[in-house]
């Protein structure tokens, strides 16, 4: 167990459809990170954040957006799905002055 | 173009052999990390090398971080099963803030 939560673990949504991801850092932990995952692909990186600020931006959509609360926890909204969003959407954390990141479980999304 | 390319991507042995990955970078890391991922999962951290040459073993995993602080090898000796996995390196470089992930070494050891 790494200390990172995700919720939910698995999610099946229409297209057009808006869903928020959630994620809780381990606990000390500044930054967080949001990565999607395609089947066979690497591990793409969304967004990082620190401690609630926009810290770097990767391959986001414009449909994507996230934030993070005065808690640290993080949420990941994707809006106006479509089946190329199925994916798993992974949250990661590092604490400060570390470069090391931690993995939540994942969250599971599939667009139909 | 990647910033962290590995080498090779697919690699699949038998029990017992000996395999080694490796991840270049043309940029200078102050540290990289080497994760192992299974299928849905997500990743987890193998190791963290932060000085050029430094070598850090685990168990049968042996990690190098290249002297100039820009690529890094990982050395597996008589691999098992269990070690089949998606293996990554990754790191934040010296120039930047972004963590990234290299490309992605997909090992399977067949028993």
């Known amino acids: 167990d790494s200390g990172v939560t995700q919720t939910p673990k698995h999610l099946i949504t229409a297209t057009g459809q808006r869903v928020t991801l959630r994620c809780s850092p381990r606990?000390?932990?500044?930054?967080v990170y949001w990565y999607q995952q395609s089947l066979d692909q690497g591990l793409q990186f969304l967004i990082q954040?620190?401690?609630?600020?926009?810290?770097a931006k990767g391959n986001i959509l414009e449909r994507f957006s996230a934030q993070q609360f005065p808690d640290l926890h993080s949420e990941l909204n994707l809006s106006s799905l479509e089946l190329g969003d199925s994916a798993l959407y992974f949250c990661?954390?590092?604490?400060?002055?570390?470069?090391?990141?931690?993995f939540g479980q994942g969250t599971r999304l599939t667009v139909v | 173009t990647q910033l962290l390319e590995q080498s090779p991507q697919f690699l699949s042995i038998q029990e017992g052999e000996n395999l080694t990955v490796y991840c270049n970078s043309s940029?200078?890391?102050?540290?990289l990390q080497w994760y192992r991922q299974e299928p849905g999962e997500g990743p987890v951290l193998l190791v963290t090398?932060?000085?050029?040459?430094e070598v850090k073993k685990l168990k049968r995993l042996t990690f190098q971080f290249g002297d100039a602080r820009k690529d890094s090898s990982l050395h597996i000796t008589a691999a098992q099963p269990g070690d089949t996995g998606l293996y990554l390196c990754?790191?934040?470089?010296?120039?930047?803030?972004?963590?990234?992930f290299g490309t992605g070494t997909s090992l399977t050891v067949i028993p």
């Open positions: 990661a954390s590092s604490p400060p002055s570390r470069t090391e990141a931690f």
């Open positions: 606990s000390g932990d500044l930054s």
């Open positions: 954040y620190y401690n609630g600020e926009e810290r």
């Open positions: 940029s200078v890391f102050s540290s």
């Open positions: 090398v932060v000085t050029g040459g």
């Open positions: 990754a790191g934040t470089p010296n120039t930047g803030n972004q963590f990234y």
